[in-house]
Nanobody
Framework: QLQLVESGGGLVQPGGSLRLSCAAS????????VAWFRQAPGKEREGVSC???????RYADSVKGRFAVSRDNDENTVRLQMSNLNPEDTAVYYC????????????????????WGQGTQVTVSQ
């Protein structure tokens, strides 16, 4: 059974950077689309980015140009490089994997993803 574990969260000042990792065990991520979601207090979970089996990337408008998703099939890991962070990026970040290989136009809907990690906290503050 696929298990996902996020790491790399923490406290960072506005304008700073963080790199999140999503490490998988129990099954391979190589044939799956994988996405990052985030959830701030009192808000709904929102899609941040998605990467398909073939490496095609999708991003929420709010993070385009600042975040970059990548995958390392050898390490069975997906990463999210976050730059120029601002306080609105503060949230718990989750990675999630689909059963199929593609980030369709509906990728940002959490119900499309079957496997989830426990999340990692990202706080952007002075």
């Amino acid at each position: 059974q696929l298990q996902l574990v996020e790491s790399g969260g923490g406290l960072v000042q506005p304008g700073g950077s963080l790199r999140l990792s999503c490490a998988a065990s129990g099954s391979t991520l190589a044939h799956r689309a994988v996405a990052w979601f985030r959830q701030a207090p009192g808000k709904e979970r929102e899609g941040v980015s998605c990467i398909s089996m073939g490496g095609n990337e999708r991003y929420a408008d709010s993070v385009k140009g600042r975040f970059a998703v990548s995958r390392d099939n050898d390490e069975n890991t997906v990463r999210l490089q976050m730059s120029n962070l601002n306080p609105e990026d503060t949230a718990v970040y989750y990675c999630a994997a689909k059963e199929d290989s593609y980030c369709f136009t509906t990728w940002a809907q959490p119900g499309n993803f079957r496997s989830w990690g426990q999340g990692t906290q990202v706080t952007v503050s002075q």
